[in-house]
Nanobody, 122 residues
Framework: QVHLVESGGGLVQAGGSLRLSCAASGRPSGTYAMAWFRQAPVKEREFVASISSSGVSTYYADSVKGRFTISRDNAKNTMYLQMISLKPEDTAVYYC???????????????WGQGTQVTVSS
């Protein structure tokens, strides 16, 4: 069992930055991959980025590549999403997830947080 709690969301102007955090508990941090997904109103849940259990491998959606950076600190049992050059279309609820592999499909993840709202104003 892995319990996940997101934090760091908020309101920011276009072009600004935010850093999201996902605190994990219940299992050693190096035993599972993690990912960020997001969901805007009236849209499907969308893959954002993933990271392997060790932090060596990362993968990004094309829409955020070059602007977002995923990382993890296994000593602190925490995953991060550093977001810069934010755009209004980045507005969504952001969810962290954990699973055996860092794939881009939501169904591959076993555990989910409750989400944190990110709103980017024009």
């Amino acid at each position: 069992q892995v319990h996940l709690v997101e934090s760091g969301g908020g309101l920011v102007q276009a072009g600004g930055s935010l850093r999201l955090s996902c605190a994990a508990s219940g299992r050693p941090s190096g035993t599972y991959a993690m990912a960020w997904f997001r969901q805007a109103p009236v849209k499907e849940r969308e893959f954002v980025a993933s990271i392997s259990s060790s932090g060596v491998s990362t993968y990004y959606a094309d829409s955020v590549k070059g602007r977002f950076t995923i990382s993890r600190d296994n000593a602190k049992n925490t995953m991060y999403l550093q977001m810069i050059s934010l755009k209004p279309e980045d507005t969504a609820v952001y969810y962290c997830a954990a699973g055996p592999r860092g794939l881009r499909y939501a169904g591959e993840y076993n555990y989910w947080g409750q989400g944190t709202q990110v709103t980017v104003s024009s």
